[in-house]
T-cell receptor
Framework: EAGVVQSPRYKIIEKKQPVAFWCNPI?????LYWYLQNLGQGPELLIR????????DSQLPKDRFSAERLKGVDSTLKIQPAELGDSAVYLC??????????FGPGTRLTVL | GDSVTQMEGPVTLSEEAFLTINCTYT??????LFWYVQYPGEGLQLLLK?????DKGSNKGFEATYRKETTSFHLEKGSVQVSDSAVYFC?????????????FGRGTQLTVWP
């Protein structure tokens, strides 16, 4: 069974540019999470979806970050415009309900 | 607020040595506790978990016991292998309005030498 797929794996952009990350969860998993992992830190939740609905987005900086999960499957996380401090790894995870979360390999973003 | 504190790394051991990685938590109520492992180039994987006080989680020779009196969930392994080299994260989740949100520690890098 395929795991959580994320793309791209690496992204380098200049500040003020937009960037988007894509996540395909494990088939059948209705809950999807986006986490931010800064260097030397543990992941922190940005947003959690149950099907198409964002049920926990209190940690998402809504001035520049947005996310969507159309049709309750794939999800996209966008940053516009990117700032130097956004350089980090962006992790996607999925689960069946609130059972074990399975993580993707992450997208490493570098903002120059 | 809810949080997890892990011992600082990196930890370097010889093969077959005993491993302990300390983890303490702060949370109201009765959180569930987890250890995740991240091998180089891979996503985080659940290593073990415990959902109530005095529970012991175990997997692949690793163990951790949920100690409510000391608010701890220390990870142990009796004899580490080179293949155990990875970053280990302690985490908690709570049955509350933030159900499903994992709170992670900073991670501890483990390197095992042959």
């Amino acid at each position: 069974e395929a795991g959580v797929v994320q793309s791209p794996r690496y992204k380098i952009i200049e500040k003020k540019q937009p960037v988007a990350f894509w996540c395909n969860p494990i088939s059948g998993h209705n809950t999807l999470y986006w986490y931010l992992q800064n260097l030397g830190q543990g992941p922190e939740l940005l947003i959690r979806y149950e099907n198409e609905e964002a049920v926990d987005d209190s940690q998402l900086p809504k001035d520049r970050f947005s996310a969507e999960r159309l049709k309750g499957v794939d999800s996209t996380l966008k940053i516009q415009p990117a700032e130097l401090g956004d350089s980090a790894v962006y992790l996607c995870a999925s689960s069946l309900g609130l059972d074990e979360q399975f993580f993707g390999p992450g997208t490493r973003l570098t903002v120059l | 607020g809810d949080s997890v504190t892990q011992m600082e790394g990196p930890v370097t051991l010889s093969e077959e040595a005993f491993l302990t990685i300390n983890c303490t938590y702060t949370a109201t109520g009765y959180p569930s506790l987890f250890w995740y492992v991240q091998y180089p180039g891979e996503g985080l994987q659940l290593l073990l978990k415990a959902t109530k006080a005095d529970d012991k989680g175990s997997n692949k020779g690793f163990e951790a016991t949920y100690r409510k009196e000391t608010t701890s969930f220390h990870l142990e392994k009796g004899s580490v292998q080179v293949s155990d080299s990875a970053v280990y994260f302690c985490a908690l989740s709570k049955a509350s309005s933030t159900l499903g949100r994992l709170y992670f520690g900073r991670g501890t890098q483990l390197t095992v030498w042959p």
